[in-house]
């Protein structure tokens, strides 16, 4: 297949991405990729400010779980998207940013906007690429997207310099993968510790976080709840993965938000963090009492033990560990005793709830 140049080749990538929606803020640099998105499948929604399209890219993202694409112009256009990729990349957000640059042949010559962004944003973002051959721009998007919503997501930087997307293909032989990636890590061994160990367990309370809903297992967790009785709090993009209205849902798991949590966390004697991080939430892991047996559940091995120490480490996708848990509970007959055992701590934590929020009403009387 020929393309008239490197922008029709990443227009026609970004299409067989099934990409709806980019949103931008026009420049010279890109423009050889406009021209080729003009009456097509994919909408463009130009903004006043590159800021305000990569924010909008993020909560594209965090809404549809699909990742959210930008696209800018080189040099003051790319400095003005920083911001929210270091947002992103703090939330953990499956986002790619595509860049316009000066010309490969023009670098070091004092052409327009010419800068070093790729050094710039690199420290910022899960991975950065910089195409140089215009034949394999469909394989760098590829990469791009497939590095941006595979394991833990996050936002991922693409460069197309100028020079890459005006140059003619003709019958170039072209790379053109389309790669997806449908397994999700479990744990088996670690399902079995994690059922012992609330077996064990008096005031278990469970944690879900993003990594719940970038999986799509609030139904999973749903489940689980309601077979084992585990109270369930929820922060981030993990709230409403089960309704905050649920009798096992006690809402955001932050120490300083009205209700249950603060007690929760420093009664408790079992803590599941499933897909969320020990971050300044958590007073780094302090807020949790010192004598609760800690386990954590990640997509990212890396991410385990950061900032406390913890009895149980599983690597895993959020909704494959929750699904395989809930089985093993009903193959191990033990949803009754769970529930029967847990049943107090869920009462207790009721009380407290209420009585949390009427004190912090009080306060506005």
């Known amino acids: 297949m020929s393309f008239k140049n490197g922008g029709e080749l990443a227009a026609r990538a970004l299409a067989d991405q099934g990409v709806k929606l980019i949103y931008t803020l026009s420049g010279g640099h890109i423009t050889p990729i406009y021209q080729f998105l003009e009456n097509g499948p994919i909408t463009l929604f130009d903004t006043r400010h590159e800021q305000a399209a990569v924010f909008m890219a993020d909560a594209h993202a965090r809404l549809t779980r699909e990742p959210g694409v930008a696209m800018v112009t080189a040099g003051p256009g790319f400095t003005n998207a920083l911001t929210p990729i270091a947002s992103a990349r ?24 010419d800068m070093h962004q790729r050094a710039v944003i690199e420290p910022m973002v899960k991975r ?71 077996g064990q367990a008096e005031r278990p309370v469970m944690v879900a976080g993003s990594g719940v809903w970038y999986s799509d297992g609030g139904n999973a967790l749903t489940a689980l709840a309601e077979k084992a009785g585990l109270p ?31 007690f929760a966390h420093l009664s408790t004697d079992l803590v599941i963090l499933v897909g969320t ?9 302090d807020v949790f009492n010192p004598g609760a047996k800690m386990v954590q559940v990640d997509i990212e091995p890396e991410e385990i033990g950061r900032n406390r120490r913890v009895d149980l480490g599983i690597h895993a996708d959020a909704r494959a ?45």
């Open 90 to 113: 703090m939330a953990l957000t499956p986002l790619v940013l595509i860049s316009g640059a000066v010309g490969l042949e023009s670098r070091e010559k004092l052409d327009l906007q």
């Open 128 to 198: 950065a690429f910089v195409c140089h051959k215009p034949e394999r721009i469909a394989e760098y998007v590829d990469m791009a997207f497939r590095t941006a919503t595979t394991g833990r997501p996050g936002p991922v930087y693409l460069e197309l310099p100028v020079d890459v997307l005006n140059a003619p293909l003709g019958e170039t032989e072209i790379r053109a993968p389309r790669t997806q990636v449908q397994s999700k890590p479990m744990d088996p061994a670690g399902v079995e510790a994690l059922i012992d160990l609330l």
């Open 232 to 262: 369930v709090f929820t922060v981030n993009s993990g709230r409403g993965t089960i309704p905050d209205g649920h009798p096992l849902c006690f809402e955001s798991a932050v120490a300083i938000r009205p209700g249950a949590a603060l």
């Open 277 to 285: 991080r020990v971050s300044l939430y958590y007073i780094f892991g």
């Open 321 to 365: 560990l929750l699904e395989a848990l809930s089985q093993r509970i009903e193959d191990r007959n033990l949803s009754a005793t769970l529930k029967e055992r847990f049943a107090p701590w869920v009462t207790v934590l009721h009380n407290q709830d209420q009585k949390g929020k009427a004190e912090a009403g009080a306060q506005w009387e």
